[in-house]
């Protein structure tokens, strides 16, 4: 009995800790009502000056993406863009996620 209460507890334990990192931002840019934020961790700041990917993309101020072959695009509230270029919608769920259409939660709720 006390192995199984052992291992509902170590379940438990594993459990919060993967919650807690799932929560973790990504380094990069993400738009959050209609403002570029630098976001280093969990702490996120206006961003105010153009932010280079390693891939070479650019993002300025106001969310527009530059990719290295010049074209470009303007970043949608709810989505974010990592350290490496990868464009991405923002979790469910995550600080700055916003439910739109294209959200799979949004149907349920």
Sequence with gaps: MKQFLLAIAMLGITYGAAAQTSMKMKDGVMMKNNKAMLCNGKKCTPLTATFTCSDGCKVSPDG????????????????????????????????GHVCTKDCPMAKKM
Excluded: F
Aim: aromatic content about 4%.
């Design 64 to 95: 527009t993406v530059t990719k290295p072959d010049g074209t470009s695009m303007k970043l949608m509230n709810g989505y974010e863009i990592d350290k490496d270029g990868k464009t991405m919608m923002i979790a469910h769920g995550q600080a």
